[in-house]
């Protein structure tokens, strides 16, 4: 039995949305349309027109934020408010973000700003491929240092660009390969333009704004050895190293990480930075490392000579819509026979939460934030009431594996569950929800857009009022 170690003082509980799953309000106020707005999947819900309408409820959602007795909020700045075609500033979009802190920091709720949740100017994608394109650097350094001077004053705590490794891993987030496009090819490019785009706005943050923190964003599925098989072990490491080669090994280690960049030679690929460009990612130095944990991986070995060369995906495995990614030569995705999943196939892995501490920051020696963690699930609506008790169970037990965390000497400097208020999840609508306040809405009817506190609301406003010691 460890000595446990309470909680830090000043421990940011929060939790987190992003601008194109809750504001709704797409065309207003001189908005432009976002990558987000204008994709059309036809197997799930992607409507970002309305959905949870915090744009025009935001005051009434931050009195629930204060009720709960949230720390922080975090949140993500739509880039096509503040500039509609990605060329030109809409003040009307700043004075949105400028009423937003304002109202957060008069309720005393300390701001995590996060600069790019997977919504770039659809024009800046049609122009030249979006992230394809290092000219996406300029932009986005453009958009990040009007935000460092609008809200530089009151907002103490940004991320720059939200799972950037996750985009490789999905490239359907971000809008899509452009057409003729290799895929290879694209993971290689939007990597490296995110690195130095993460590594610019990292060293004008730190210019214009020496008291601010800035960190990178990855999203972080430990990988476990599916046996143990030294191939599989083997597998196991090379996801790892895989899921954080980019950005964090460069901004943090300021080197390229060789398993990886083998990889891409074996296919005909040199994706070798410049060493010009290496040093300037390497002076980038976050502050702190934020990461997304949802659930875990498992690893098997691929060998080089299997039938499908090729990565690709693994169709069978998961129950539901998930599939595993492949990436021959380095590791194939499999199966947990030991974990719960969610309703959606997920796995439900608490203790993968503090070996995912545990290792990155022994890797990255940085503090760490938890910017995401949460179930999704389908909840009812009952006489006002939802009894989300099944939420409380998963988000209970990965903070009580976060406190060990903290008890094995790693410095965590928050914690912010996905999500603050019903959203459009990413994959699923409405239909998969995450919030510790239900919506009334469902995908295919808005309804009232009436908010209702859930059973989870309450356990974690103890939660927060004991500073973590009541779980
Ligand atoms: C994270 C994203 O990776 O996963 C969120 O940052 C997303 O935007 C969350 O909502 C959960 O995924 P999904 O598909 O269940 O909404």
Redesign the pocket.
């Known amino acids: 039995h460890l000595v446990q170690k309470p909680f830090p003082e000043n421990f940011l509980w929060g939790a987190a949305t ?1 601008a194109y ?1 809750v504001e709704g309000a797409i065309e207003e106020d001189g908005k432009g349309i976002s990558v987000q707005d204008s994709k059309n999947f036809s197997n799930y819900f992607h409507d970002t027109t309305v959905t949870s309408d915090h744009y025009h409820r935001f005051r009434e959602d931050i009195a629930l934020m204060k009720t709960l007795g949230l720390k922080s909020y975090r949140f993500s700045i739509a880039w096509t408010r503040i500039y509609p075609d990605g060329e030109t500033l809409n003040p009307a979009g700043v004075s949105f973000y400028n009423q937003l802190i304002d109202e957060l920091i008069k309720n005393n709720i300390e701001p995590l700003v996060t600069l790019y ?2 919504d770039h100017p659809q024009s800046l994608q049609e122009n030249f491929g979006g992230w394809y394109s290092e000219q996406m650097i300029t932009h986005f350094l453009t958009f990040a240092v009007t935000c460092f001077h609008a809200f530089g004053d009151r907002v103490r705590w940004f991320m720059t660009i ?2 950037s490794n ?1 985009v490789v891993l999905y490239p359907d987030l971000i809008g899509g390969v452009p057409a003729g496009i290799d895929v290879e090819v694209w993971r290689f490019q939007v990597s490296r333009v995110m690195a130095l785009a993460n590594a610019r706005v990292i060293q004008s943050c730190r210019k214009l704004l020496p008291q601010a923190k800035i960190g990178p964003c990855i ?1 972080y599925a430990i990988a476990y050895p599916a046996t143990s098989a030294p191939q599989d072990v083997m597998a196991a490491l090379n996801e790892d190293e895989f899921r954080t080669f980019y950005p964090l090994d460069l901004l943090c280690l300021g080197r390229q990480n060789p398993t990886v960049v083998n990889f891409f030679a074996c296919r005909g690929l040199d994706i070798r930075l410049s060493p010009t460009e290496l040093e300037e990612i390497k002076g980038a130095n976050p502050d702190f490392i934020a990461f ?1 944990y ?1 659930q875990s991986d498992v690893a098997k070995a691929c060998p080089d000579e299997s039938e499908e060369a090729q990565p690709g995906f693994n169709q069978e495995g998961k129950k539901g819509g998930f599939v595993y990614p492949r990436f021959p030569g380095l590791y194939a995705g499999d199966s947990n026979p030991y974990l719960e999943r969610n309703d ?1 196939d ?1 796995e439900i892995d608490p203790v993968g939460l503090r070996i995912a501490c545990r290792k990155l920051f022994d890797r990255y020696q940085l503090p760490l934030m938890i910017t ?1 963690n ?1 179930l ?1 699930a389908r909840d009812t609506l009952a006489n006002g009431e939802i009894n989300d008790a099944y939420r409380i169970d998963y988000l209970q037990k990965h903070v009580e594996q976060m406190q060990l965390a903290i008890s094995d000497g790693v410095p965590l400097l928050g914690y912010y569950p ?2 603050f208020i019903d ?1 459009m ?4 609508g409405y239909n ?1 929800r ?1 919030g510790f306040v239900y919506v009334d809405r469902e995908d295919s009817d808005i309804k009232t857009l009436t908010r209702y506190k859930k059973a989870s609301f309450y356990w974690y406003q103890r939660l927060i009022s004991s500073n973590g010691a009541l779980l």
């Open positions: 992003a799953q949740h997977f939200c799972e996750n999203g997304n949802y959606w997920w995401e949460g999704g996905w999500s959203l999840s990413t994959s699923n998969k995450y």
